[in-house]
């Protein structure tokens, strides 16, 4: 079985701090990872995706990921908030030929001028 | 790559009417699959199609829910008989064939059931 863990519901950080959203998974097999930001009324957009390459992976509005396989995580990160970085962020995780995927809860990022 | 769209964006029905969505996808993709996004939750699997077959559907997929997707292109998903707990964002996404391979989502249809 597959699961996926976002550890904080809620982040609020300052414009110009760095950004950490957390994500621990669970999978029987070699897993594809992924992270999506979902603005409100809309759907959800990806932001990068790991998929047994390199272990670090950068994503698109400066976002990158990195992949630990020890610590079964794969924690989202930014060196500096911007405004319209405020949305919720969705740690996905997926395995399997029929590409079934699990999502985390969600983590509501604040970002305060 | 005109990504995925949905239609309509909003439906307010009253309980016990029958609705239907609509949901387009990106042309080369042969999979796709359905979601429901209640508030402050992440999207729940609802079914999933790969070409024109339905290959899974979740137990939260009951016998008023139906999802076709006839041609391999398009697909829609009807509720029938709605319920007040029915209201919700109903997402479509859509993806190559491979695990590796991420969905991409369209903007959603937002069911409210008065």
């Known amino acids: ?113 | 790559d005109t990504g995925v769209s949905q239609d309509p964006r909003h439906k307010i029905t009253k309980r016990g009417q029958n609705v239907t969505f609509r949901c387009d996808p990106i042309s080369e993709h042969n999979r796709l699959y359905w979601y429901r996004q209640t508030l402050g939750q992440g999207p729940e699997f609802l079914t999933y199609f790969q070409n024109e077959a339905q290959l899974e559907k979740s137990r939260l997929l009951s016998d008023r829910f139906s999802a076709e997707r006839p041609k391999g292109s398009f697909s829609t998903l009807e509720i029938q008989r709605t319920e007040q707990g029915d209201s919700a964002m109903y997402l479509c996404a859509s993806s190559l064939e491979h695990s590796n391979q991420p969905q991409h989502f369209g903007d959603g249809t937002r069911l409210s059931i008065l």
């Open chain 1, 1 to 113: 079985a597959q699961s996926v863990t976002q550890l904080d519901s809620h982040v609020s950080v300052s414009e110009g701090t760095p950004v950490l959203l957390r994500c621990n998974y669970s999978s029987s097999y070699s897993p594809s990872l992924f992270w999506y930001v979902q603005h409100p009324n809309k759907g959800l957009q990806l932001l990068l995706k790991y998929t047994s390459a390199a272990t670090l992976v950068k994503g698109i509005n400066g976002f990158e990921a990195e992949f630990k396989k020890s610590e079964t995580s794969f924690h989202l990160t930014k060196p500096s908030a911007h405004m319209s970085d405020a949305a919720e962020y969705f740690c996905v995780v997926s395995f399997g030929g029929y590409q079934k995927v699990t999502f985390g809860t969600g983590t509501k990022l604040q970002v305060i001028p």
